[in-house]
Every structure is written in structure tokens, then in C-alpha cells.
């Protein structure tokens, strides 16, 4: 079991940059890949980006690719989303989650593939 704390969000103008960071606890922070979804309103978690348990992998869904950078500090327990270049449609509450890779058998870019999840923090990017 762990438990997943994000922070970091808040108002934003286009072109800026946030920092997300996702503080993790309760377990064995170097054996779980992270994830970050974000979702608005009205509609399904929307996959952002991941990296595996030490690093080496990551992945970035189209939107975001060249702009948001995912990162995990093992030694510090926390994951974190470096995002540049912000646009509005990036408005949303960013979710971090944490997997077991080798007990999931769903993707790592899908909402199902994440046993753990945090509460969510809000950015919004002002045009």
C-alpha cells in the first residue's frame, strides 16, 4: 500500500510553468512505476505521461510530448511533472498514480493500470 500526496498546482498564465510534485509513503517507493492523468470536467482521466519504477522508461502522450517532463527522485519518495510552454486545454486536476508493474497486467498509459492514487491537484492556464 501507498499513499499518494500531490502538490504544486495552481493559476498560471499561457507560456508558463508548473512543477507538479506527488509525495509518496507507505511503501517501497523504488518498486512502483508513477504515472500522471489529469481530467476535466465532464469527462474520463486522460493519460499524461510515466515512468518506470527506476527511470530508464518514460512516455508522454502526444499533447503534452516536448513540453512536460515526468521524473522520480527514489531517495526522496517523490515523483514529479515538470511542465513548460503551458496552454489552456492543459487546464485540468493532474492525478498522480503508482503501479506495481509486475502484478498489473494493464497498460501503463491506461487509468487501469494504477492501483494508487493521489487526491489530485488543480492547474489552470489563463489565455
Known amino acids: 500500500q501507498v499513499y499518494l500526496v500531490e502538490s504544486g498546482g495552481g493559476l498560471v498564465q499561457a507560456g508558463g510553468s508548473l512543477r507538479l510534485s506527488c509525495a509518496a509513503s507507505g511503501g517501497t517507493f523504488s518498486m512502483y512505476a508513477m504515472g500522471w492523468f489529469r481530467q476535466v470536467p465532464g469527462k474520463g482521466r486522460e493519460f499524461v505521461a510515466r515512468i518506470s519504477r527506476g527511470g530508464a522508461t518514460t512516455e508522454y502522450a502526444d499533447s503534452v510530448k516536448g513540453r512536460f517532463t515526468i521524473s522520480k527522485d527514489n531517495a526522496r519518495n517523490t515523483a514529479y511533472l515538470q511542465m513548460i510552454s503551458l496552454k489552456p486545454e492543459d487546464t485540468a486536476v493532474y492525478y498522480c498514480?503508482?503501479?506495481?508493474?509486475?502484478?498489473?497486467?494493464?497498460?501503463?498509459?491506461?487509468?487501469?493500470?494504477?492501483?494508487?492514487w493521489g487526491q489530485g491537484t488543480q492547474v489552470t492556464v489563463s489565455s
Open positions: 498514480a503508482a503501479r506495481r508493474s509486475e502484478l498489473t497486467p494493464n497498460p501503463a498509459n491506461s487509468e487501469g493500470g494504477y492501483a494508487y
